[in-house]
């Protein structure tokens, strides 16, 4: 299995640029997150999702969209890319929160200049 | 949700058994408490898990009292690499939301 795969690993955006991040996981998780880490800091709940369809908003979710159209995939959307959201992504699934673990992909480092 | 704290920081020399504590004081009866490990960049890594008493694995030990509204995780004979942030989450047992706080960052010195 390779677990979650994020994509892209970097990236450098301008201002007012739009992009998607790449999450994708072979586990058959139902449960799926975004985050965001700033630099020292830990880690902020962008978006969640809890099964293909279903999708709510975290503690930050201001300039982004998320979607779930099937249970392996879950893209987040950055709609005109400020320096505020210069951050380093992670996408994570879990089979059942509660009683289980997070799995966690590698991150995607967004710059926007 | 669960509101956690812990230390900001924590030194300890290689060899040593180092215990970060977190405080959930209003923890609820469905709530588990999770422990994870972070690398400089890397994602967090799942711990340990436990909802009372004591709980241990290959790499930890997580002591929860009667009361609930804290845990310590125990890491026996800390080396250089044990060096990360980590992060005590509640696990709300009726929510799916998951929320990580500030973390501790431990730094073992030689």
């Known amino acids: 299995n390779a677990g979650v795969t994020q994509t892209p690993k970097f990236r450098i955006l301008k201002i007012g640029q739009s992009m998607t991040l790449q999450c994708t996981q072979d586990m058959n998780h139902n449960y799926m997150y975004w985050y965001r880490q700033d630099p020292g800091m830990g880690l902020k709940l962008i978006y969640y999702?809890?099964?293909?369809?279903?999708?709510d908003k975290g503690e930050v979710p201001n300039g982004y969209n998320v979607s779930r159209s099937t249970t392996e995939d879950f893209p987040l959307r950055l709609e005109l890319a400020a320096p505020s959201q210069t951050s380093v992504y992670f996408c994570?699934?879990?089979?059942?929160?509660?009683?289980?673990?997070?799995?966690f992909g590698e991150g995607s480092r967004l710059t926007v200049l | 949700l669960a509101k956690t704290t812990q230390p900001i920081s924590m030194d300890s020399y290689e060899g040593q058994e180092v215990n970060i504590t977190c405080s959930h004081n209003n923890i609820a009866t469905n709530d588990y408490i999770t422990w994870y490990q972070q690398f400089p960049s890397q994602g967090p890594r799942f711990i340990i898990q436990g909802y009372k008493t004591k709980v241990t694995n290959e790499v930890a030990s997580l002591f929860i009292p009667a009361d609930r509204k804290s845990s310590t995780l125990s890491l026996p004979r800390v080396s250089l690499s044990d060096t990360a942030v980590y992060y005590c989450l509640v696990v709300r047992g009726s929510a799916r939301q998951l929320t990580f706080g500030s973390g501790t960052q431990l730094t073992v010195l030689p």
């Open positions: 999702s809890v099964g293909a369809g279903i999708t």
């Open positions: 994570a699934s879990s089979y059942e929160p509660r009683g289980g673990e997070l799995f």
